[in-house]
């Protein structure tokens, strides 16, 4: 029977890549994550030991506290957060629970360095359009949550990089860019093992409106239009970033949970 304070694989399944998904803390001991150095997407790694310290920058959030199979170790950090208030929860199975369901896992080699605050930081070419959106939606839904992006001129990419230790994508010649006729978005998806089939619909509609390839998919003209109209009403290239993540959310739930649905009012009249 499940525990009023747990919240089952596929109820987080669903949460994960939504504006609503939780904080969820990975607690596993270094021997158990060594054993599969893989994260449930969004998670990051905090010591059971320590728990305490994440009560503030938690406060006000829902957190999912896993471990290697929902036991002890979840089940433990879960009450003592909630001794400070928090809304917590441990995940039933833990991240073995996960992994049995087939369910996709970010590689922990795949991760860029972090800042000091635990950030990843990750530059790119100012004046975003498509593919330098949808990227960074992606890794704040299904990566890093608190990932830090900076935009910069196309000609400092690089240097940037280097100076502030943070990633550059979607720019020639670097390893997170364009491969093939494949997008950025399409290579993320591709290294974090994020392949399922609502994001491979959505990389289909990235790659047909950032190559202007509307063959590929109809709902491309829209992702177009929208973006073009985005990068007019913003002049901060942040605050555009801030407006795409809900356009990217709602193109995330039509490709997860409505391709099957369409709107035909008024209807036809009927014949007396």
Known sequence: MPSLNSISVSQLSRLIGTPDAPVIVDVRIDEDFNDDPYFIPSSYRHPFTSVEQLAD??????????????????????????????????????????????????????????????????????????????????????????????????????????????????????????????????????????????????????????TNRHDLAPEAAGLLATSLGLSRMYKDDLQQLEAGMGLYDAFYRWARDATDEGHDWPTASRKG
Not at 73 to 85: K, Q, W
Not at 94 to 110: I, S
Not at 121 to 132: A, F, G, L, N
């Open 57 to 210: 920058r938690l406060k006000g959030k829902r957190v999912v506290v896993a471990c290697w199979k929902g036991l002890k170790l979840s089940e433990g950090v879960a009450a003592v957060l909630r001794t400070g208030g928090l809304h917590a929860e441990f995940l039933e199975g833990g991240c073995t629970g996960w992994r049995e369901a087939g369910l996709p896992m970010v590689p922990e080699a795949k991760l860029p360095e972090r800042n000091a605050e635990g950030q990843t930081v990750w530059v790119t070419r100012h004046r975003p359009k498509i593919d330098r959106i949808a990227c960074p939606w992606l890794i704040r839904r299904f990566v890093d949550p608190g990932a830090r992006f900076l935009f910069v001129s196309p000609g400092q990419v690089e240097a940037v990089a280097e100076k502030f230790i943070a990633t550059p994508f979607d720019i020639e010649n670097t390893f997170w860019s364009h491969r093939g006729d494949r997008c950025s978005f399409d290579t993320m998806l591709d290294e974090f093992e994020l392949r399922s089939e609502p994001l491979d619909r959505l990389a289909t509609i990235v790659r047909a409106a950032d």
